[in-house]
């Protein structure tokens, strides 16, 4: 009897504990944090659960330290700190301690320095690792000649394909030109960007490139596109108000242009150090490959500059 007690005793201290820990795995699954109790684990769960993100920052760099997930650790720091507006110091982080990190962790850190230097407004730095991420993918590295590549995305899982990672690319390319005021740049870039992958979005900073260089009628069409429904993502209501806003400051900036009679010098300068890299590449080796990434642009760019000579 005893022994039957005893055993239907422990019977329920096991059922017991395999509840406990189904319910610990179904919390991490939940909130999207990993087990354990190492220091990146209780980066994580200051960041994700507790929502302190500074005690998050003092147990990513023990992480760092201790060699505990670096790659994780490094890359969710930076973002935890650029949350922060500390994104000078994330910045700073990412140079020193990405040697630690495998290759494989270099795309994504790569990402995580772009959208950096968009928000400290370091355009030159951020131009230069576009360039050499586009570079990569020409050059077979990026994808290692497939045509799809895992990322994560909101910490879950995704397929990119080679086009919409050159589109990304191209898109952030052209806005950092924008910011440089380099609109001839930022038009052949974006346009390229439109043949890979058309969005109604990038059709706006193209309409916004041709505005600012007085060439109206050919920002008004490119905008009548979006207006019309005829480029994919035109339904999204904010990109519709966006190219009406820009609809109107196209027409209110007819008579100042007329009147003015100026020109944009530096809105017409070609950034001609990369485009006809790309023109050499496109007309020797690059159309054997899989992955016609810069066809077309030797065409933009004569096409830009016949136009500003005119």
């Known amino acids: 009897m005893e022994r039957s007690l005893n055993k239907m005793k422990n019977s329920n201290i096991n059922s017991t504990r395999s509840i406990m820990m189904k319910d610990n795995e179904l919390f991490h699954v939940i909130h999207n944090v990993p087990c354990g109790e190492t220091p990146y684990v209780k980066a994580k769960h200051a960041q994700l659960i507790e929502k302190n993100p500074e005690m ?22 930076a973002v935890v ?11 700073e982080a990412i140079k020193s301690f990405r040697p630690r990190c495998s290759k494989n962790s270099q795309d994504s ?54 086009q919409q990672e050159i589109s990304r690319l191209l898109g952030n390319l052209g806005w950092a030109y924008m910011q440089q005021a380099k609109y001839l740049s930022a038009e ?20 916004m490139c041709l505005i600012k260089q007085g060439r109206f009628e050919e920002g008004r069409s490119v905008l009548d596109d979006v207006l019309e ?29 007329r ?32 992955l016609p990434i810069f066809e077309q642009i030797s065409s933009f760019r004569n096409l830009l500059l016949v136009s500003r000579a005119g």
């Open 56 to 77: 998050a920052i003092v147990w990513f760099w023990k992480a760092i330290n201790t060699g505990d997930r670096v790659d994780s650790a490094l890359k969710d720091m």
């Open 81 to 91: 700190m650029n949350q922060l507006d500390r994104s000078e110091e994330a910045i």
């Open 109 to 162: 850190l790569d990402n995580v320095l772009i959208d950096l230097y968009k928000k400290c407004g370091r355009m030159e730095e951020q131009v230069e690792l576009l360039k050499r991420k586009l570079r990569h993918i020409y050059q077979g590295v990026a994808f290692n000649g497939k045509a799809t590549k895992t990322a994560r995305s909101h910490g879950k899982k995704i397929q990119v394909t080679v």
């Open 188 to 207: 052949a870039v974006y346009r390229k960007a439109q043949i890979v992958e058309p969005d109604a979005n990038k059709s706006c900073n193209l309409a």
């Open 229 to 257: 429904s005829r480029v994919s993502g035109a339904d999204d209501c904010r990109t519709r108000q966006r190219a009406g806003e820009l609809l109107s400051e196209l027409e209110a900036s007819l008579p100042r242009w």
């Open 259 to 290: 009147d003015a009679e100026m020109e944009d010098v530096l809105g017409n300068i070609l950034d001609d150090d990369f485009v006809l890299e790309l023109d050499q590449r496109t007309a020797t080796s690059f159309r054997s490959k899989r």
